[in-house]
T-cell receptor, first 113, second 115 residues
Framework: SQQGEEDPQALSIQEGENATMNCSYK?????LQWYRQNSGRGLVHLIL?????REKHSGRLRVTLDTSKKSSSLLITASRAADTASYFC?????????????FGQGTTLQVKP | DAMVIQNPRYQVTQFGKPVTLSCSQT?????MYWYQQKSSQAPKLLFH???????NEADTPDNFQSRRPNTSFCFLDIRSPGLGDAAMYLC??????????????FGPGTRLLVL
């Protein structure tokens, strides 16, 4: 079964608001990544957080990781219409000698202008 | 710009008619992956190549095959497409596993329609 579960499945907000998405996983990990997918397109890497990190920032993105709860959150601040996309978390499932990723089911974010 | 290219972007095939999807990369990455993504679902890894070493996922149907003739190109062959194989097929690359960079770089995908 897929490693990650994401919550909520769908999120609709107004431009300028913050969006928070959550991801839970089942096994130990070395790192967790977040990807964005615009409709009908490939995935784009957003940010990677290592298992020994608790928080990471990149522009308007803030990612937290709680390995004790096996969960992560992605916060997008001051959202824009262009942030409308699906967001996936992905983990390595604890394997450091392969590049395999296990994706969560994704959160579909709609930002209304 | 270095990138991952997939052709065609849209592919229509008939039930049972073999089809090949192609992927090329200018990133010179060791690893290439093929994912299947159905509507509103997560990408599902079918297989990957580490250089010339082929690694099949246990639950990938035999109907799906892959070829990597050189570093830059990788092909996905579907021998006898069924209606259930209609999906977006995503190609991705990454650097050597030992590099520490776990990022995967995705192509735009090929949407396959089976009639």
């Amino acid at each position: 079964s897929q490693q990650g579960e994401e919550d909520p499945q769908a999120l609709s907000i107004q431009e300028g608001e913050n969006a928070t998405m959550n991801c839970s996983y089942k096994t130990s990990i070395n790192n967790l990544q977040w990807y964005r997918q615009n409709s009908g397109r490939g995935l784009v890497h957003l940010i990677l957080i290592r298992s020994n990190e608790r928080e990471k920032h990149s522009g308007r993105l803030r990612v937290t990781l709680d390995t004790s709860k096996k969960s992560s959150s992605l916060l997008i601040t001051a959202s824009r219409a262009a942030d409308t996309a699906s967001y996936f978390c992905a983990t390595d499932g604890g394997s450091s000698n392969t590049g395999k990723l296990i994706f969560g089911q994704g959160t579909t974010l709609q930002v209304k202008p | 710009d270095a990138m991952v290219i997939q052709n065609p972007r849209y592919q229509v095939t008939q039930f049972g008619k073999p089809v090949t999807l192609s992927c090329s990369q200018t990133l010179n990455h060791n690893v290439m992956y093929w994912y299947q993504q159905k509507s509103s679902q997560a990408p599902k890894l079918l297989f990957h190549y580490y250089d010339k070493d082929f690694n099949n996922e246990a639950d990938t149907p035999d109907n799906f095959q892959s070829r990597r003739p050189n570093t830059s190109f990788c092909f996905l062959d579907i021998r006898s497409p069924g209606l259930g194989d209609a999906a977006m097929y995503l190609c991705a690359t990454s650097r050597d596993f030992a590099s520490g960079d776990k990022t995967q770089y995705f192509g735009p995908g090929t949407r396959l329609l089976v009639l």
